[in-house]
């Protein structure tokens, strides 16, 4: 999940995208445009939405922060 800033400081949003981590645990690039939930069927939508509910579990990434670190990295 990441969180992002909009024009205003005050402006401030939420979205899941897809990271990829070396095998220390660091954040090395990420999807530009958020994830959606889907499957071509309504268990694969159900599974895919529970991972999305498992990615409210780990940590924030903040993309002011990180983005710099990777964006030549960003992926789509």
């Known amino acids: 999940m990441k969180k992002r800033h909009g024009p205003n400081e005050s402006d401030v949003g ?3 995208h897809e990271v990829y981590y ?3 645990g660091n954040p090395t690039s990420c999807t530009v445009r ?3 939930p889907w499957g071509e ?3 694969e939508l ?3 939405m529970k991972m999305f509910a498992a990615a409210l579990q780990k940590p924030v990434l ?3 922060e990180i983005g710099a670190k990777f964006n030549e990295d960003l992926i789509g």
């Open 14 to 16: 939420y979205a899941i």
């Open 22 to 24: 070396d095998s220390d």
């Open 41 to 43: 069927t309504l268990e």
């Open 34 to 36: 958020e994830m959606e």
């Open 46 to 48: 159900e599974n895919d």
């Open 62 to 64: 903040i993309f002011e």
